[in-house]
């Protein structure tokens, strides 16, 4: 389904991916790991198209297409979802009337009729009842004034109403506690199936006790230096990020 | 299910605003046309022949001429002011004309008489003249450079006593109402722009409605600048007597012109005790091309006096059109217990300039007033709120509230906020709150990565930030507005 290759990107002068590697296919759920300043954030954001980024070098292959020609909303059209760390809030706007554009315009996208009030509103019962999320907060500005957990649940809402392809999700699970991230957990474990594909990127091996992955990697210094199944979370877990430094640094 | 209930409604309305932000985007000004119809105009220049001339063609009463010929004394004496933040060449009012009017026959009997020429120019601009056709049931008024068309609906109103017609009518027809309201809000030595409207207006609305009636329908003025040259001056009059309500729209536009070309309205609003008057204004002359040539210069006084107790006045604006804009519809609260209130959206873009605002005068006891200011920048635009809350000695317990909003689309472009405070009376409460954000990058970046392009982001994002002033326009003319608003700023963002 995915497919990087040597990929290399920028933010101004700076270059944070050095050459990432990975193959995502259908069905799996992949965890990168890795400590603070990595790259875990920018390959969330470069996948995504974030316009801050300039990438260097490498290719990135979605579904046959080549990722990087495409702009962020044909990419959300293939079926790329972000999961923002940081949901951006606008004023006066429902999140309703938001979430509301964001599925006709990919509908659109992909030559679907859009969907009219009734159709819609079946929709968004459906996926409300299943990642548990309170209607009221849907009749509110978007995230305007949310909890922190609010912002969270109402990205997975998101999600759910779009149903992605490939669903990158970037820390999902910082600043939020142990109840909220098993209900976001809850939400995108019932959304996984065999035709759909999960990055998860975060700082903890926590979420993983609520997502399980096929495969963690570990990301440091722009590099996936060390790649393995879940068991490879829990040593992260006990030894700490010191030990794949220390591993990489006697490589070198 | 109680979810029903609050999701549907709300839903509905969705549907319609998407529709509209998508129809819209990528719009350029569409009323830019000019229609061809012979005009019998007055020839350039001002002098007191010119005000003898238009009030000889409007078979004005000897008191009218007078009352012309003072506020043209009084004009000559005054001075421009050059106090706003807008900065444009000198006018010069010896090259503008009057007075133009369509040659068509002198009165008009029925709808079927109109010019068809005129007739298509009005549904060109989506101003249906036909009353049978009318399925919202609005009442229009329409005034093409200086004279009135038609007025729909008229026998209607006539049966509850209402009285909906062109100025020049109400002076024929309804002199004592004219004379007793006509200037009592805004003086003839009011200021520059009054003066010279007094001077040499041409046409507008007058609208009565008399004691304890409600109006059943929205009461609509369609103004249209089409002749070259030519500087359009209406004056509007409305008064709702004792336990009154009218809720009046205005609309405008004008063709697309190299030159700029003046407009000085005035508007007065009487409120009588327990009475109220809603009125909404979607301006959108022609605001000159992405050069800053041409476009309209909008000069206009307008305020309304609660004069009774109660009573209420609300002014609502979505200010998208003009090259220039001075503007500061304002309510004077003299009777107890009184309300008035401002909503605003103004929008500049490319060149435009914009120095808009309100005066609340409170002189009543108990007396109410709400100002909410939004303000959207883009381009090389300059968009400034300036506004008044003069609290008078005897005013005990008034209370204001102001919230000016500024939203900046891109860096070149300015926000101002200029608010004067005057309070007489320490029982008074007065609150101002004030705000500038930008678009952010971010915002529109977590709009694409959701599918929805650029252009729909904005219009979203400004829709949202205008949505408190837009939810209080009636539901015909939101959206009109927002449509408005999504054209006006195509391309300013991206």
Redesign the interface.
């Known amino acids: 389904m995915l497919s990087i290759n040597n990929l290399h990107a920028r933010i101004e002068e700076k270059e944070i991916l050095k050459g990432i590697n990975l193959d995502i296919k259908a069905g799996e759920v992949h965890a990168i790991m890795g400590p603070n300043g990595s790259g875990k954030s920018t390959l969330a954001s470069v996948l995504?198209?974030?316009?801050?980024y300039e990438v260097t070098g490498g290719s990135v292959e979605f579904l046959e297409k080549d990722l990087l020609e495409l702009?962020?909303?044909e990419?959300?059209?293939e079926g790329i979802?972000?999961a923002?760390q940081y949901?951006?809030e606008?004023?006066?706007?429902?999140t309703?009337?938001?979430?509301?554009?964001?599925v006709?315009?990919?509908r659109k996208?992909r030559g679907q009729a859009p969907y009219?009030?009734v159709q819609?509103?079946k929709l968004?019962?459906e996926k409300m009842a299943m990642v548990e999320i309170n209607?009221?907060l849907?009749?509110r500005?978007?995230n305007e004034g949310f909890s922190g957990g609010e912002k969270k649940r109402n990205e997975i809402f998101?999600m759910a109403m779009?149903e992605p392809k490939l669903a990158i999700l970037d820390e999902t699970d910082s600043g939020l506690d142990i109840d909220a991230i098993r209900i976001v957990a809850n939400g995108v474990n019932k959304l996984r199936n065999k035709d759909n594909a999960v990055l998860l990127v975060t700082h903890y091996q926590r979420l993983l006790d609520y997502i399980v992955p096929d495969f963690v990697h570990v990301l440091y210094n722009g590099r996936i230096v060390k790649s393995g199944t879940k068991e490879l979370a829990f040593e992260l877990e006990e030894k700490g990020y010191d030990f794949i430094k220390n591993e990489v640094a006697q490589e070198a | 299910m109680k979810?029903?209930d609050?999701?549907?409604p709300?839903?509905?309305a969705?549907?319609e605003?998407?529709l509209t932000i998508h129809d819209t985007v990528n719009q350029e000004y569409k009323y830019g046309f000019v229609t061809q119809i012979e005009a019998d105009s007055a020839p350039k220049g001002l002098t007191e022949d010119t005000i003898r001339f238009i009030s000889a063609k409007k078979n004005e009463p000897e008191w009218m001429l007078e009352w012309r010929l003072k506020a043209f004394g009084h004009w000559q004496k005054m001075e421009e002011p050059h106090w706003a933040n807008l900065h444009y060449p000198k006018i010069d009012y010896q090259d503008i004309i009057y007075y133009s009017a369509p040659k068509q026959k002198p009165k008009v009997n029925s709808l079927d008489e109109i010019d068809p020429e005129l007739r298509k120019t009005f549904e060109k601009l989506g101003i249906s003249l036909e009353e049978q056709k009318r399925l919202s049931g609005v009442a229009v008024d329409a005034v093409i450079d200086s004279v009135s068309i038609a007025t729909t609906f008229k026998e209607q109103l006539g049966e509850l006593g209402i009285i909906f017609c062109s100025m020049s009518e109400a002076v024929k027809n309804h002199p004592d109402l004219v004379k007793q309201y006509l200037s009592s809000v805004v003086p003839i030595t009011d200021n520059y722009f009054a003066a010279l409207n007094a001077a040499v207006f041409s046409d507008g609305s007058f609208v009565y409605i008399p004691k304890g009636v409600r109006c059943p329908m929205e009461l609509s003025t369609y103004f249209r600048i089409n002749a070259e040259n030519t500087g359009q001056f209406e004056r509007t009059l409305i008064i709702a007597d004792e336990g009154a309500y009218v809720s009046y729209l205005e609309g405008c536009t004008a063709p697309m012109r190299d030159e700029n070309q003046l407009h000085a309205a005035v508007v007065e609003l009487i409120a009588l005790d327990n009475a109220e008057i809603k009125y909404s204004t979607v301006q959108n002359w022609y605001p000159g091309d992405k050069e800053g040539n041409g476009g309209i210069y909008n000069f206009v006084t307008k305020r309304g006096i609660c004069r009774g107790v109660n009573s209420k006045i609300s002014w609502t604006q979505v200010e998208t059109g003009s090259a220039i804009t001075w503007k500061y519809p304002s309510v004077i609260l003299k009777g107890d217990n009184s309300t008035g209130e401002f909503y605003s959206v103004a929008v500049t873009n490319n060149h435009q300039q914009a120095d808009t605002g309100t005066k609340m005068l409170h002189l009543g006891k108990n007396t109410r007033s709400r100002i909410v200011s939004k303000g959207i920048s883009a381009g090389f635009s300059n968009n400034s709120y300036r506004g008044l809350v003069h609290v008078g000695k005897n005013a005990t317990n008034a209370r204001n509230f102001s919230q000016c909003d500024s939203l900046l689309l891109g860096d070149k472009c300015g926000a101002h906020t200029f608010p004067y405070i005057e309070v007489k009376n320490n029982t008074a409460v007065v609150e101002h709150e004030a705000t500038t954000s930008k678009i952010?990058?971010?915002?529109i970046?977590?709009?694409?990565?959701?599918?929805?392009?650029?252009e729909?982001a904005v219009a979203?994002?400004i829709?949202?930030?205008?949505?408190?002033v837009m939810n209080k326009l009636p539901m015909e003319f939101a959206i009109e507005a927002q449509k408005l608003l999504a054209i006006s700023l195509e391309g300013s963002v991206g």
């Open positions: 995504a198209g974030r316009p801050e702009s962020p909303e990419r959300a059209g979802f972000l923002f949901p951006v606008i004023p006066g706007l429902t309703t009337n938001f979430i509301k554009t964001a006709n315009e990919v996208y009219d009030a819609f509103l968004m019962r209607q009221s849907l009749s500005s978007l998101q779009l | 979810s029903e609050v999701l549907e709300q839903l509905e969705l549907d605003d998407l952010g990058e971010d915002q970046f977590y709009c694409n990565q959701r599918g929805i392009s650029t729909t979203l994002i829709n949202g930030f205008a949505k408190e």
